[in-house]
């Protein structure tokens, strides 16, 4: 038996003895399978009967097996893109980030609340209650702010706080849900709101609760989903489960999972994720409000080969695959360059791309032997492209440069 089956036989008795999640992982941690045994029988089990056990922290915060992942400290699994071939991110490779640890909810403890000043009356609704809504499918990317965040150090020289993610902490999917929209228009939203909060059941991130404010108009965006769903099966517990926000084209942290209360005010609403934290801070950003900087909110244009980091590749012809993804409209174009961008060619789009969703370009590269750097560069339907240059921001949220990939061709 694998120390991965072992891991997961052990939570599965765990659970069904009625111990939680958090109590499991406690007890792993602190003292292995022999701990979780003990716990769950009430006797004492030998250690040296027991097959050995990998290290706990390597299951601490998720569900899902973390090795086709970067494992990013306890907060971040990032996806390796040389996994995907095609357009759709399965749910095991697509990336986590967490503010703390994934939650097993369950449905029949679960519920949904709408208050505040801008809506009547308080509003509790069920997980039944919601699949009753009318829902929706869309393809949409999902892309934390942070993403292409060690670029600002490996790029500029310039380090910026924070998990230093590279490519890969983007993910593209099919999501089902109930129109946000439909959801406060239900509990009677009134004209003059202004802000919505949307709040987390991860009591152990930051304010008992990982929040974000939305303005209403983006709340009422028929795009923006209370998702139930993710690529064809109920969404996962790493990814929210049992309800989500999903805003498209928005940096990932506003689609808050394990959701499960919403505040609707007719003023601005403020918190720590719109006054010191997912804020561009640094002096090309001056301070909005409450906020240290500039909120962040939508994504920016980017693109990125699906390599490894670094690559190696023998010497000939190779097909080499990436992808690029907006915010603001469809990629109408993807360039790459084999010397650093002092020169640039046309790759090539393939397949499909769905409205908010990513694109797949490829490009064909007779790669000589040495030491190169390889670069792209995407243009969406509305015009917005890479900059040269982003300016550095605190945080490190943002970064669009064309990311320059060292590969090796032997």
């Not at 380090?159 to 999917?173: D, I, R």
Request: with cysteine.
């Amino acid at each position: 038996m694998s120390a991965a089956d072992q891991r997961q036989g052990l939570w599965e008795l765990a659970h069904e003895r009625g111990m939680s999640r958090r109590r499991f992982l406690w007890l792993l941690s602190a003292g292995g399978a022999t701990a979780v045994l003990a716990a769950c029988t009430g006797t004492r089990v030998p250690a040296e009967t027991l097959a050995p056990t990998a290290p706990a922290a390597e299951m601490l915060p998720w569900f899902k097996d973390p090795d086709p992942f970067i494992v990013r400290g306890t907060s971040g699994l990032e996806a390796r893109l040389e996994n995907l071939d095609g357009l759709i991110t399965p749910e095991r490779f697509f990336f986590v980030r967490n503010n703390s640890v994934s939650l097993d909810v369950a449905v029949d403890d679960w519920s949904l609340s709408i208050t505040g000043d801008a809506v009547p009356a308080a509003v509790e609704m069920s997980y039944d209650d919601v699949l009753a809504m009318e829902s929706r499918t869309l393809e949409a990317y999902l892309e934390c702010a942070g993403n292409h965040r060690a670029m600002f150090d490996l790029v500029n020289g310039q380090a910026a706080e924070g998990t230093q993610w590279g490519t890969g902490a983007v993910g593209n999917a099919t999501w089902t849900g109930v129109p946000l929209a439909d959801v406060l228009r239900a509990a009677g939203i009134s004209y003059d709101a202004v802000s919505v909060m949307l709040i987390g059941m991860d009591v152990d991130s930051p304010e008992m609760g990982f929040r974000r404010v939305i303005p209403a108009a983006k709340a009422m965006d028929p795009d923006t989903l209370l998702v139930h769903g993710m690529n064809g099966s109920a969404l996962p517990r790493d990814h929210g489960y049992p309800l989500r926000a999903l805003i498209p084209g928005w940096v990932g942290s506003t689609s808050i999972k394990w959701l499960s209360q919403i505040v609707v005010s007719a003023d601005q609403q403020w918190a720590r994720n719109n006054t010191t934290s997912y804020v561009l801070i640094g002096d090309a950003y001056p301070p909005e409000g409450e906020a240290l900087g500039e909120v962040a909110t939508a994504q920016t244009i980017k693109s990125a080969l699906a390599l490894p980091w670094p690559a190696e590749l023998d010497a000939g012809v190779h097909r080499i695959g990436g992808y690029a993804h907006s915010p603001a409209g469809r990629v109408a174009a993807v360039e790459w360059s084999d010397d650093s961008g002092r020169s640039w060619r046309e790759a090539q789009l393939v397949g499909r791309q769905a409205r908010l969703g990513w694109a797949r370009f490829e490009f064909r590269w007779d790669a000589p032997a040495g030491e190169h750097t390889v670069m792209t560069r995407a243009t969406d339907t509305a015009g917005n492209a890479q900059p040269e240059q982003v300016p550095f921001n605190k945080k490190g949220y943002l970064f669009n440069q064309p990311v320059p990939h060292p590969v090796r061709v032997v």
